[in-house]
């Protein structure tokens, strides 16, 4: 559904979460979670399963990986005894990579994403400068985020592999996936939404999201707010791309979602495998633990977000 300038707009205003924890906040949504509904979380573990929610390291180029991640050997096995410490044998390696983008499983911090060059809880752009961010920066997840994890999956409830690339998850369909999969997500919650990127990668190969990729409806601002999650997160990267029904607005839900409510994003996640494991289980809640490299300054992180069920 097309939504106009001054409609997006006005929805911005509406969600806004600005001062709700204080003028200085730096964590916005994430203060849903509490130390009692951690511990409420960790009493959905069962069996014990864990669960990976994150993609490979994506090192090699491909239509959604035009800046492949770097790893390359600093020692190799041909080479282990040259460690400088006699006796010892090792092999090393090295590690690079621009995560954002949307072949890496990253976390955005609020800092990421800006409106009118301004960021979450009304501190400006100029707030993150070449040497990294003074403001929201993803430092506030180093003490790890875990809680109560909900997956939505939107194939499963349409009958199909994987969404198509133009298609958008409205509100309506959030809701009727509640509902078939008998659950309800809540204040607190660490939403996860499944489109079946992953059915379709492994189907058709990768693509390039310019020429489409599945998510939401630019009305699910509103639901998601409503609902007072404390993360989203999705296989594609929650916005629906191009978008081409909110006028302005590019990509309203990292731009309200992050900027307004104060939601971190969780992007390119890996969500069959934990489909799966649902459906086995009959259930769509778990424990779930994500836990961002402390980058001083940092706009995000990449993340192996781990469910246990």
Partial sequence: MTMST??????????????????????????YITPARVAA????IQDGTTVSCSLEFPTRPAPDNPRPAQHMMVVAGD??????????????????????????????????VFVKET?????????????????????????????????????RLKGVDWL?????VSPEDLEAAERDQNVTVGEGDILLIATGRDARRKSKGSWAPTEGLAGLDGRAVRWLHDRRIAMLGSDGVSDAIPNTDTEGWPMPIHQC??????????????????????????????????A??????????????????
């Fill in 6 to 31: 001054v409609e997006l707009e006005t929805l911005f205003e509406d969600v806004k979460n600005w001062g709700k924890w204080g003028d200085d906040d730096e964590r916005g949504a994430l203060n």
């Fill in 41 to 44: 979380a960790a009493s959905l």
């Fill in 79 to 112: 080479a282990c005894t040259e460690t400088g410490i006699p006796g010892m044998e090792s092999a090393m390696d090295y590690i690079g990579v621009a995560f954002h983008g949307m072949a890496v499983t990253h976390i955005d911090a609020l800092c990421h």
């Fill in 119 to 155: 960021m979450y809880n009304g501190f400006k752009a100029t707030e993150v400068k070449s040497t990294g961010a003074t403001r929201n920066s993803i430092m506030a997840g180093k003490e790890g985020i875990a809680g109560r994890g909900v997956l939505l999956d939107i194939p």
């Fill in 164 to 168: 198509d690339i133009d298609e958008r």
């Fill in 257 to 290: 979602g992050i900027v307004a409510i104060g939601l971190h994003l969780l992007d390119n996640l890996r969500l069959d495998a934990l489909a799966n494991a649902c459906v086995e289980r009959g259930r769509w809640e778990f424990f779930i633990s994500i």
């Fill in 292 to 309: 961002p490299l402390q980058v001083v300054r940092g706009t995000g992180s990449p993340v192996n977000p781990i469910a246990v069920l």
